[in-house]
């Protein structure tokens, strides 16, 4: 007999995406900016023009080259030519997420309430300047999505550059040894040092493991999650715990005052994340989700009682190329959606495909990222 769900089959055939997990070792002291999505994008992003510009044009904007050239087509989308579509960039990176944090996304069990997270850890979510010391290894993830999926040997190839070159917002940048480099079980790049990984962990410090997001193989977890859906008696919960600030537009501004926050159609707007990745990278693979059309999508999430714990949280970030210091409005914190098993369970696909493409604007730069935690409701 057949014991696979239909949910994980609708998952896991999901063509053209895949996650990336690095492993890093740091060489010299580097204290962590307070976003460290945007130094890392930064850093990949000179790093992958050096090794893919042939022209060494102050931009590409001019370049005769560009429509040939993987740099724009990786890291900047071009415009598409289907101007009713709007472009997003092939790739999501996953920022490192503070221990603290690490530990409240363990500690959750399906028997306590302690998914809440009180007001005193509130401080969990915030990008403090913590410091990697030389030997520390810590870990971030990379979705790649369409045609990218082909280029991991040269992105691969990027962040070693950058990492050799070294992280930070001012020279003298501090070096790192990428180690390891893995999709779900493969084994996508292993240095000479990474050998012996149980040696090396023994006698460092790992920092900031990173958020364990759903990989295409994990069926063990989509499984999971979708079984307690189904099996609970009463009305569930799942819960989105957003490890970074999400950027949400509406009314054409960026909400940054949780009581502005229309939630429902927020979290529907994941819906229209998902298919404009599939349109622009995906476009003769369909990403089955379960719904056809955004209204069907919302209406389910209408039904749901949703329950907004979040609050301001302004990321402030470098741009080396304005040369100045520029501040991100967002907000942070937990959505919880309550409701019958079936609704969530129909509901599951995409908020878990959203683990890996986030949710909101600058996504690259690691915004939007969130952890979905089941938790029945307890009466």
Known sequence: MDTCTPFASTVLNIANLITLQFTVRQDDSLQMPEHAGSMLRG????ALRSLTCITDLPNCKDCPLKQYCKFPSIFE???????????????VIHVPIRSQLQSQLASVTATSNSHRVSASDRSAYTYHKDTYHKGDIWQFGMTLIGSTTTETALIIKAWQ?????GLGAYAPYKRATLLRVTAGDHILYSNADYTKPSDILAHTTVKN???????????HRLNELWQQL??????ARLTLRFLTPFRYQQDNRIVSRPSHLDSATFIAS????????????????SWDIGYDSYHDFKD????????????ANHVARRSNRQQRKMEL?????DIHLSGDGQTLSRLLPALLLGEQLHIGKNTTMGLGQYRLIFMPMVH
Do not use: M, W
């Open 300 to 311: 389910d999430i209408v039904t749901l009682d949703i329950e907004v714990d979040v609050a």
């Open 230 to 235: 189904q099996t609970t008696d009463v009305a």
């Open 77 to 91: 989308q071009p415009a598409l030519q289907n101007k009713s579509v709007q472009a997003v960039n092939p790739y």
């Open 43 to 46: 850093a990949f992003g000179v």
């Open 270 to 285: 994941l819906y229209n994340r998902i298919r404009l990745c599939q349109d622009n990278h995906s476009p003769n693979q």
């Open 209 to 219: 493991s990173p958020h364990s997001s759903v990989t295409l193989d994990d069926t």
């Open 329 to 333: 409005y967002g907000l942070q914190g």
């Open 161 to 165: 550059l950058a990492l050799q070159t």
